[in-house]
């Protein structure tokens, strides 16, 4: 069981900038592909950036340029950097785990911005643009 604690939302004006954070509880964070998602009230929730255990990025259309994912895997810690805030950023952000693949000793994520591929998901943390 992996436990995700997300912190660092909060409300600001448009334009503005947040980082996001997501503390994991395991002991294999290095293994693990890490997710930011995003959900309005209503709708379906999102896929916004995916990190791999090899550190390759993905991003979504809408995010890619203003969004900025990383890891630190000393501190077991997944960030999404995210600037350039539009009201329709508007959402609860979440963060998402998966083991990754192990396919000919590799470390396989599929990197996937679909949310039913995660295994593991945080609490969420609020994100409010104004505009």
């Known amino acids: 069981q992996v436990q995700l604690v997300e912190s660092g939302g909060g409300s600001v004006q448009a334009g503005g900038s947040l980082k996001l954070s997501c503390k994991a509880s395991t002991n294999e964070f290095a293994s693990y592909c890490m997710g930011w998602f995003r959900q309005v009230p209503g709708k379906e929730r999102q896929g916004v950036a995916i990190?791999?255990?090899?550190?390759?990025?993905t991003y979504a259309d809408s995010g890619e340029g203003r969004f900025t994912i990383s890891r630190d895997n000393a501190k077991n810690t997944v960030y999404l950097q995210v600037n350039s805030l539009k009201p329709e950023d508007t959402a609860m952000y979440y963060c998402?785990?998966?083991?990754?693949?192990?396919?000919?000793?590799?470390?396989?994520?599929?990197?996937?911005?679909?949310?039913?591929?995660?295994?593991?998901w945080g609490q969420g943390t609020q994100v409010t643009v104004s505009s």
């Open positions: 990190i791999g255990a090899d550190h390759y990025m």
């Open positions: 998402a785990a998966e083991p990754a693949l192990k396919l000919s000793g590799k470390l396989v994520c599929a990197m996937s911005l679909i949310p039913s591929q995660y295994d593991y």
